[in-house]
């Protein structure tokens, strides 16, 4: 950060914590907006509250510029999603000098104005600049600046104010030039994840915070610290506890959702993984809880629950570092790469063989001895024929491999390679069928499954 900006106004965790989303829920949009709320920091204290205008009744100080700025990238992001990513297609920031036809260009009254003066000018055309200027000014820029100095500052001022005017106008420069020269790259991928970013941003400010930590010895074994520590081995049932007291939500249903969701992982720590304290957690019990467990814990329910489960997750997990410091979501992040949409594809395939399951030719076929029949957990080598629905298997224990094994089902069509299945194998004629399947599970479950 330091290398980018002269100063910090909103620091990375500060924005994180603040923007209502999961790291890894994070878009190069929200990188854009993280990167901006800093430049226009530095410009406004740099450029702009400099001599004379340094006495002015709107001068701020460093908190205020970093609150304002705070503002401007939330409305700022509000108006892009919803509007140049969202329900307009002139695409604007990022075809900056492009014409648009002002027959084309609906507005409100109160920005016929600056329209006016941009036909006076550009007869029956405006580069799209200038468009994107009149939304700014009038959705994003303006409305802040005036309700940020009546709510924080108690100064009463208008859109006719011209000190107002020209601060607006300085922001306004500054934020379309952002746009222009750093802009382009990530929001021409608006929507993609930002999660690297991000990290590489937060290892920067972990290793300033723990330089800072170490610097004098003294202070190490505070009283923090100490209570920090011994608070880790509290009992696990205490520790989710406090996390649902601390979860920040106004609605009941949701805190019983995630009350609930967290209730899952708690059930797999003491019964499956025999858990007693915050101290014994490590980030393979995530990963178990994640790829496997919940597998099981989902037959025959809704899948897109999950994602519930995944989300809740992330919170506990960056509760748990900011109270325990004990930091795992960077491991989280990257089983959640793996997990996000294997597990509930799994759930899926799993929920529609059982709902095709022949358990009356099971029943009969397992009672006959004669019938060659094998079990255990199978790796899908290779699909074949989605007619036929043929597939090759791979034993996980044994090592051996069962070639063109039929699946009569749809959930056939919702495999891939690498998926695990828990099965039982009867031999018809020359080649292997499946006659049950218990359970399906993503590759990355494999070592809990050996």
Same mark, same amino acid.
Request: one cysteine or more; aromatic letters at 12%.
């Given at each position: 950060?330091?290398?980018?900006?002269?100063?910090?106004?909103? $620091?990375?965790?500060?924005?994180?914590?603040? =923007?209502?989303?999961?790291?890894?829920?994070?878009?190069?949009?929200?990188?854009?907006?993280? %990167?901006?709320?800093?430049?226009?920091?530095?410009?406004?204290?740099?450029?702009?509250?400099?001599?004379?205008?340094?006495?002015?009744?709107?001068?701020?100080?460093?908190?205020?510029?970093?609150?304002?700025?705070? $503002?401007?990238?939330?409305?700022?992001? *509000?108006?892009?999603?919803?509007?140049?990513?969202?329900?307009?297609?002139?695409?604007?920031?990022?075809?900056?000098?492009?014409?648009? $036809?002002?027959?084309?260009?609906?507005?409100?009254? @109160?920005?016929?104005?600056?329209?006016?003066? *941009?036909?006076?000018?550009?007869?029956?055309?405006?580069?799209?600049?200038?468009?994107?200027?009149?939304?700014?000014?009038?959705?994003?820029?303006?409305?802040?600046?005036?309700?940020?100095?009546?709510?924080?500052?108690?100064?009463?001022?208008?859109?006719?104010?011209?000190?107002? /005017?020209?601060?607006?106008?300085?922001?306004?420069?500054?934020?379309?030039?952002?746009?222009?020269?750093?802009?382009?790259?990530?929001?021409? @991928?608006?929507?993609?994840?930002?999660?690297?970013? *991000?990290?590489?941003?937060?290892?920067?400010?972990?290793?300033?915070?723990?330089?800072?930590?170490? $610097?004098?010895?003294?202070?190490?074994?505070?009283?923090?610290?100490?209570?920090?520590?011994?608070?880790?081995?509290?009992?696990?049932?205490?520790?989710?506890?406090?996390? /649902?007291?601390?979860?920040?939500?106004?609605?009941?249903?949701?805190?019983?959702?995630?009350?609930?969701?967290?209730?899952?992982?708690?059930?797999?720590?003491?019964?499956?993984?025999? /858990?007693?304290?915050?101290?014994?957690?490590?980030?393979?019990?995530?990963?178990?809880?994640?790829?496997? =467990?919940?597998? @099981?814990?989902?037959?025959?329910?809704?899948?897109?629950?999950? @994602?519930?489960?995944?989300?809740?997750?992330?919170?506990?997990? #960056?509760?748990?570092?900011?109270?325990?410091?004990?930091?795992?979501?960077?491991?989280?992040?990257?089983?959640?790469?793996?997990?996000?949409?294997?597990?509930?594809?799994?759930?899926?395939?799993?929920?529609?063989?059982?709902?095709? +399951?022949?358990?009356?030719?099971?029943?009969?076929?397992?009672?006959?001895?004669?019938?060659?029949?094998?079990?255990?957990?199978?790796?899908?080598?290779?699909?074949?024929?989605?007619?036929?629905? #043929?597939?090759?298997?791979?034993?996980?224990? *044994?090592?051996?491999?069962?070639?063109?094994?039929?699946?009569?089902?749809?959930?056939?069509?919702? %495999?891939?390679?690498?998926?695990?299945?828990?099965? #039982?194998?009867?031999?018809?004629?020359?080649? =292997?069928?499946?006659?049950?399947?218990?359970?399906?599970?993503?590759?990355?479950?494999?070592? +809990?499954?050996?």
């Amino acid at each position: 950060m330091s290398e980018r900006f002269q100063r910090t106004y909103i $620091s990375v965790r500060e924005f994180i914590d603040s =923007w209502d989303k999961e790291i890894y829920e994070l878009t190069n949009l929200d990188f854009f907006i993280y %990167l901006t709320i800093n430049h226009v920091g530095n410009q406004i204290e740099n450029r702009y509250f400099i001599n004379e205008r340094n006495n002015s009744h709107l001068s701020l100080t460093f908190d205020h510029v970093g609150t304002l700025c705070f $503002s401007l990238g939330d409305s700022l992001e *509000f108006f892009l999603q919803d509007n140049c990513f969202g329900n307009c297609n002139l695409n604007c920031p990022l075809d900056l000098e492009a014409s648009v $036809s002002l027959n084309r260009y609906e507005s409100t009254e @109160q920005m016929q104005k600056r329209l006016n003066i *941009f036909r006076s000018i550009a007869s029956d055309k405006i580069v799209k600049e200038q468009c994107l200027r009149v939304h700014l000014m009038n959705h994003v820029i303006l409305d802040t600046v005036i309700h940020f100095y009546s709510d924080e500052l108690d100064i009463q001022i208008d859109e006719e104010d011209i000190d107002v /005017i020209e601060l607006a106008d300085f922001i306004e420069n500054i934020i379309v030039d952002f746009i222009r020269h750093e802009g382009q790259s990530l929001l021409r @991928q608006a929507k993609e994840p930002a999660m690297d970013y *991000f990290e590489e941003l937060l290892g920067s400010e972990d290793e300033i915070d723990a330089s800072e930590a170490w $610097s004098t010895e003294e202070d190490f074994w505070d009283n923090d610290f100490l209570e920090n520590w011994q608070s880790n081995f509290e009992p696990i049932d205490d520790l989710f506890e406090k996390f /649902i007291v601390d979860v920040d939500s106004n609605s009941v249903s949701k805190r019983k959702t995630i009350a609930s969701d967290i209730d899952l992982f708690k059930e797999f720590l003491i019964e499956n993984a025999d /858990i007693k304290n915050a101290y014994e957690l490590n980030e393979e019990h995530i990963l178990e809880f994640l790829s496997h =467990w919940l597998v @099981q814990q989902f037959v025959l329910e809704d899948d897109s629950k999950i @994602q519930h489960v995944f989300r809740n997750l992330a919170k506990f997990i #960056t509760w748990f570092y900011h109270n325990y410091g004990i930091d795992y979501k960077s491991s989280f992040l990257s089983y959640y790469k793996s997990v996000k949409k294997d597990v509930p594809r799994v759930i899926r395939a799993l929920n529609a063989y059982l709902n095709e +399951y022949d358990l009356l030719e099971a029943l009969l076929l397992q009672g006959k001895s004669a019938v060659e029949q094998i079990h255990g957990f199978y790796e899908v080598e290779n699909l074949h024929s989605r007619l036929d629905k #043929t597939m090759d298997l791979v034993d996980l224990h *044994f090592f051996d491999q069962v070639k063109n094994v039929r699946l009569n089902s749809s959930a056939y069509l919702k %495999l891939e390679p690498g998926d695990i299945l828990q099965a #039982t194998l009867v031999r018809d004629t020359e080649n =292997w069928k499946i006659l049950e399947i218990q359970y399906i599970f993503p590759k990355i479950a494999k070592p +809990y499954l050996i």
